[in-house]
Nanobody, 115 residues
Framework: QVQLVESGGGLVQPGGSLRLTCVASGSTFRINAMGWYRQAPGKQRELVAT???????NYADSVKGRFTISRDSAKNTVYLEMNNLNPEDTGVYYCKALRYADYYWGQGTQVTVSS
């Protein structure tokens, strides 16, 4: 089993920045990929960004150029640096990990972009 704990969410004004952190614990050996997803009220959960164990990244078109995902494998931690936030980025942000064929989710952290 893998446990994921997210932190770093909050309320920020449009144009502001936040940094989300996800720490994995438990059976972290051979976690192949980690990523961030978000869910806005009344909408389906959607991919934000992913990063593989080799460092390859993938981003949703809506966040390219504004968000950066990074990973510290030694600390079993993945980060999401979010810049130039806008109200459409509001939602609960979830961390996801893939280990072998199993997926694990964190509890989520709320991000609210509002003036």
């Amino acid at each position: 089993q893998v446990q994921l704990v997210e932190s770093g969410g909050g309320l920020v004004q449009p144009g502001g920045s936040l940094r989300l952190t996800c720490v994995a614990s438990g059976s972290t050996f051979r976690i192949n990929a980690m990523g961030w997803y978000r869910q806005a009220p009344g909408k389906q959960r959607e991919l934000v960004a992913t990063i593989t164990s080799g460092g390859s990244t993938n981003y949703a078109d809506s966040v390219k150029g504004r968000f950066t995902i990074s990973r510290d494998s030694a600390k079993n931690t993945v980060y999401l640096e979010m810049n130039n936030l806008n109200p459409e980025d509001t939602g609960v942000y979830y961390c996801k990990a893939l280990r072998y064929a199993d997926y694990y989710w964190g509890q989520g952290t709320q991000v609210t972009v509002s003036s």
